[in-house]
């Protein structure tokens, strides 16, 4: 058993383990109740014996034989969740941080969010500033280029003279500001997907079939990536969804027009 606190509450465990034993003392003796602690044991989940032997039965199962290589696949295993939680409690502590900081100045604009996640991002991410144009696209292969509208929602649609194509939309009665009469049917999808990622304008589409496919395919999972981490990005910094919104549409232009 690891020792919690000694007299002078000296912590004697892992770096991760002592950060966190250290936090929750403050937070106790701040209660006034750091006496309880000693009471208290300082196993985890990992730590117990059925939970071992669990993971060991298990293991075991999926073929490894020997009881030394499973302790080891099992240490490493759990060494490696400690390290998990500990990374994922000190984005939590940070977004907590950050959002109180924000709290502490007062209102900010959104657009001031968008410019600090955006050099942020432009430092330490910078594969999320990929470009539709030339990172997704082959030049080699045929194409027709297409200008959607700077705004309005875009939608697939076809009727009895346009077999396949776009419009767009704006407004409560969903008027109709822009139609793109495509080649083939494969275009539409990857056309409504730029659009709602905030590309607009001259824009290049793959005009064979198969072609289309793949590049709508690669490009919707870079966006959802991205996406994501916008989200998680922005949701550190502020908490009120509605601002969250615009920095995240902010943001989504400024990417896009590098």
């Known amino acids: ?66 009881k030394a290589e499973r302790k080891a696949m099992v240490e490493k295993i759990h060494d490696y969740l400690r390290e998990f939680f500990e990374l994922t409690r000190q984005k939590e502590e940070k977004a907590i941080v950050n959002k109180n900081k924000s709290r502490k100045r007062g209102t900010i604009k959104p657009s001031d969010i968008a410019s600090q996640l955006y050099e942020h991002i432009h430092e330490t991410e910078g594969h999320l500033l990929r470009q539709y144009n030339p990172d997704f696209l082959d030049m080699s ?16 649609f ?25 080649t083939i049917k494969e275009q539409d999808d990857l056309i409504v997907l730029l659009a709602d990622s905030g590309v607009r304008g001259l824009v290049r589409i793959p005009r064979e079939a198969e072609e289309c496919r793949y ?13 994501n981490r916008l989200g998680e990005l922005i949701a550190e910094r502020i908490s009120d969804p509605d601002v969250q919104e615009k920095v995240f549409n902010i943001l989504q232009t400024m990417m896009n027009s590098r």
């Open 141 to 156: 292969k045929p194409f027709d280029t297409y200008e959607l509208p700077g705004n309005g929602i875009p939608q697939a």
């Open 215 to 227: 590049r709508t395919g690669q490009y919707e999972r870079f966006v959802q990536e991205r996406n």
């Open 1 to 66: 058993r690891i020792p919690f606190f000694q007299d002078s509450y000296r912590l004697e465990a892992s770096n991760i383990i002592r950060n966190s034993m250290y936090r929750c003392y403050s937070v106790y003796k701040a209660m006034g109740k750091d006496s309880e602690l000693l009471d208290m044991s300082d196993r985890s989940e990992l730590d117990m014996e059925d939970r071992n032997e669990l993971d060991e039965a298990v293991l075991e199962l999926l073929g490894v034989k020997t």
């Open 158 to 182: 076809s009727d009895l003279y346009t077999p396949h194509g776009v419009q767009f939309v704006q407004g409560k009665g969903n008027k109709v500001i822009g139609n793109i009469k495509t």
